[in-house]
């Protein structure tokens, strides 16, 4: 497998993109125009830039590690430490497996074909439809849905065996995992190279890690996260406690890297909202909808994307 086509250069595809790229793999990267397509190459950049200098700083923080021990490197040592932990990221290299295309037909070879298009059910039917009368019969399509139905989508493809979710998290280049859920219709050759695919792919810090799951509204990781935070809401709404407080509870209680009122104003709040709504009525009153959240995304306090959430944050 050698073309992968990309739909939708936003923060989650580019990023995805980005992750393919940085694996060897061309990445053939669509969206509406080329101004969005253009976009996501410079949020590419960005990252690689990112981890570059991210990189740089680890021999630095090993030295000083290992000198707190009292331990006195020697110069060779030193080198060593230089030698193994940074390097240069081949930035150019990988940007240039980045292809921008305007015409769903460039995607016709496609080995893989993911989408990571607005979050609606419809937007994706006709998305999946559309891509009908473009991909070959061996290509195969996956989603990056955190919630919504494949075997719906896969229903309006041609080749419907073909269809599957991966859901990559967010960000892909510092997040390993990625849940493989197929539609009913999915075949299990589908299933299978997807899986292989993803399993031999590796991150910016770790290997990837695919696990399957069914179609269940928010499968594995956002049923559990979601409820999390909306239960973290329910805390607050009841003055049990504040914001500042369940965060810090719940990352030196639980160890989480990021307290749920955080990681709500991360991913957006407005994503939260719509995913409670999905989860509400495929699971009834144990997702029930606080009035607080309702009211914030109305307010258009969505979180670091708006400069303010449950936390204000400067532009």
Not at 200 to 218: I, L, S, T
């Amino acid at each position: 497998m050698e073309k992968i086509g990309i739909i939708g250069a936003g923060a989650m595809g580019s990023s995805i993109a980005e992750v393919f790229a940085y694996n060897g793999y061309d990445v053939y990267l669509k969206d509406q125009n080329m101004d969005l397509v253009n976009r996501g190459i410079s949020n590419i950049k960005r990252i690689l830039t990112d981890f570059q200098s991210y990189v740089n700083t680890l021999p630095d923080k090993e030295i000083k590690r290992i000198e707190k021990l009292g331990i006195k490197l020697s110069d060779e040592q030193v080198n060593a430490v230089n030698k193994n932990l940074g390097g240069d990221i081949k930035i150019e290299e990988i940007i240039s497996h980045i292809k921008p295309v305007d015409d769903y037909n460039k995607l016709n070879d496609a080995d893989l074909v993911i989408e990571a298009v607005f979050e609606k059910q419809e937007i994706k039917n006709d998305l999946f439809k559309e891509l009908s009368k473009h991909l070959n019969e061996n290509t195969i399509l996956a989603s990056n849905t955190s919630s919504l139905s494949i075997t719906e989508m896969a229903s309006y493809y041609k080749k419907p065996e073909n269809a599957l979710i991966t859901h990559f998290f967010n960000p892909p280049y510092t997040l390993p995992l990625v849940e493989i859920v197929p539609a009913i219709q999915s075949s299990g050759s589908t299933v299978d190279k997807a899986y292989n695919i993803i399993s031999k792919m590796k991150n910016h810090r770790d290997h990837m890690v695919p696990v399957k799951a069914k179609e269940r509204a928010g499968f594995i990781v956002n049923r559990i996260l979601i409820q999390i935070i909306n239960e973290a809401i329910k805390i607050s709404e009841e003055n049990i406690a504040d914001e500042k407080s369940i965060d810090i509870a719940m990352k030196k209680g639980a160890g989480f890297p990021m307290g749920p009122f955080e990681l709500g104003d991360y991913v957006g709040l407005d994503i939260v909202y719509d995913v409670l709504k999905t989860f509400n009525k495929v699971y009834g009153d144990k997702f029930l909808i606080p009035e607080r959240l309702k009211n914030m995304v109305i307010a258009g306090y969505l979180g670091r994307k708006t400069g303010r959430g449950f936390y204000e944050y400067k532009k």
